[in-house]
């Protein structure tokens, strides 16, 4: 029994640490995702708009694009702009009530 002790201490140590490599895995992954493209169909997909909605947001300047050969192309860190611009909670009160 005590020899299984130093043991359990010891894979508990490396579960920690395999739970911080997880986490900046998860954090680099994020980023890269950020500084990537992607085309239409990805952005109505994320959106759960029409291909005319899209096309509305890329006209009035509502979401940022690159063309490239006749096809869009867009940034995820736009999109997550989008929606950080839209972002409304009616929970929250900014005098203080």
Do not use: C
């Not at 920690?16 to 990805?42: F, G, H, T």
Request: hydrophobic share 35%; glycine share 4%; proline share 2%.
């Amino acid at each position: 029994m005590n020899d299984l002790i130093p043991l359990i201490l010891a894979l508990s140590e490396q579960i920690k640490e395999l739970k911080i490599y997880i986490q900046l895995i998860r954090q680099s992954r994020a980023e890269v995702l950020k500084d990537s493209w992607v085309d239409n169909q990805d952005v109505m997909q994320m959106l759960h708009i029409s291909k005319r909605t899209l096309q509305t947001f890329r006209s009035n300047g509502t979401l940022p694009y690159s063309k490239v050969s006749g096809k869009f192309y867009y940034k995820v860190s736009d999109i997550e702009d989008l929606f950080k611009s839209n972002y409304y909670n009616h929970n929250f009160k900014t005098d203080g009530k």
